[in-house]
């Protein structure tokens, strides 16, 4: 008897899908996902159901026949990783509120007949002349890898698109095409998002031969806004460095003390290294992430020292940044090492004639810092191939620092 009626269920799905799909093609002319981005707001075909004026993606409510509130649209979010020439940006999104889901689309609101969906235009464009392998991954990263919000290519499509889709995963010379990725989250994750600094990431692994795995981009990684409130709050907050305590949310960051226009410029062979600036800032770690500060007590007040270099390869080498073993001297030879892990930069491995931003990031406690009068940055050595290069020699910054002032109610730099 199941059986029987687990097809009956299934044919009446698929008639109601192909009949929706008949009274589209019936009322109106179908508008590619592709031509979206040469539209106007304006021209967008209204959907059957829902509210607010133009709907990024009019699919949502014509295939889940539910009322769509649009709560938030930006349409210039500035998301564009370029990876030597292989182009990923997000065009607009929009957060939409989503009610009355038909059965049909209940798996895809994680089983309840609401939710809110995240719609991403993105534009894809590989400018070089080979073909790239890549897995267009975009994610939403809230408070760690279980609350991570994974984009999806074939929701909220017309239907005989989502059969006809490209092979996925390798883009020829010359390909530029536009489409829709869409994030479902629940009334718990939103609600989690509206708590955090959510984050949108774009994957960087771009490679030019199937089998190279070599990770020589990292995500990139950029403020998500969802409301105009938040934008506002964003506009007004300090400029924080981009590592990781800041990109995956590992812990809240008050600048102490700044210097971001040190320019100080010294070589390593052909390679010029230059100290850009310094944070110096207090961290609260977040309670999801305290096994990343495990070497720390609880009574300890953390602070990252988190310096930021770029880096200029005019040598014939290829760099492994994520391999150079800096570390922190104060006056008395003390050292303090770098943590790799709370390191995010796009760029891992740099080839000759290239140059990328590179953070090192160093943590110390206050009880530390009290004891400090001066700190000095050994950066190097590089390798390369598993070898040090140009001798294994490393270069050697002094970074700024505002003693503390021990005799303050509250001690600050």
């Known amino acids: 008897m199941n059986k029987w009626k687990g097809m009956l269920i ?3 799905a698929a008639f109601l899908l192909g009949a929706c799909v008949q009274e589209k093609k019936g009322e109106s002319e179908k508008v590619p996902v592709t031509d979206v981005k040469a539209s106007a707001d304006e021209d967008y075909p209204k959907p059957k159901q829902g509210t607010g004026k133009n709907p ?4 949502i409510a014509e295939l889940t026949a539910g009322e769509v509130e ?4 930006n349409k210039k979010p500035g998301f564009i990783y370029d990876m030597n020439d292989f182009i990923v940006s997000v065009d607009k999104y929009q957060l939409t509120k989503v009610t009355g889901v038909n059965q049909w689309y209940e798996d895809i609101f994680k089983g309840k007949r609401e939710g ?3 719609s991403a235009l993105v534009t894809i464009e590989n400018k070089r002349k080979d073909p790239v392998y890549y897995s267009d991954m975009l994610t939403i990263y809230l408070e760690d890898r279980e609350s991570t919000l994974v984009g999806n290519k074939r929701h909220f499509i017309p239907l005989d698109e989502e059969l006809n889709l490209e092979e996925e995963g390798v883009y020829p010379a010359g ?5 829709f990725q869409t994030f479902v989250l629940s009334q718990e994750e939103y609600d989690k998002m509206t708590e955090l600094r959510p984050k949108f990431n774009i994957a960087g692994l771009a490679r030019e031969a199937e089998d190279d795995y070599t990770r020589k981009f990292e995500a990139a990684v950029f403020d998500f806004v969802y409301s105009d409130a938040y934008k506002k709050e964003l506009a007004s907050a300090p400029v924080l460095y981009q590592d990781a305590i800041v990109n995956k949310n590992l812990g809240s960051k008050t600048i102490a003390y700044e210097k971001t226009d040190i320019g100080q410029q010294l070589r390593l062979g052909e390679v010029q290294v230059e100290l850009e600036g310094v944070q110096y800032a207090k961290v609260e770690p977040s309670p999801a992430h305290m096994d990343k500060f495990y070497e720390f007590d609880e009574e300890d007040e953390i602070f990252a020292v988190t310096a930021k270099f770029q880096i200029d390869n005019q040598s014939n080498e290829t760099l492994d940044l994520s391999a150079i073993s800096s570390a922190l001297y104060d ?5 303090y090492r770098k943590e790799g ?4 930069d796009k760029i891992r491995i740099l080839g000759p004639g290239e140059s990328a931003e590179k953070f090192h990031v160093f943590l110390l406690t206050k009880a530390e810092l009290a004891q400090i009068e001066s700190l000095t940055l050994t950066f190097g050595p590089f390798l390369g191939d598993g ?7 490393d270069i050697i910054f002094k970074l700024p620092i505002r003693l503390l002032n021990k005799d303050a109610e509250t001690q600050v730099f």
């Not at 892990?341 to 995010?344: P, Q, R």
């Open 10 to 12: 299934l044919g009446m």
């Open 56 to 59: 990024l993606n009019p699919m």
């Open 70 to 73: 649009i709560l938030y649209t």
């Open 116 to 118: 809110y969906v995240i």
């Open 175 to 179: 390909f530029k095409e536009q489409r």
């Open 331 to 335: 006056q008395n030879e003390t050292r």
């Open 341 to 344: 892990m709370l390191e995010s």
């Open 387 to 393: 070898e040090r290069l140009f001798k294994g020699r």
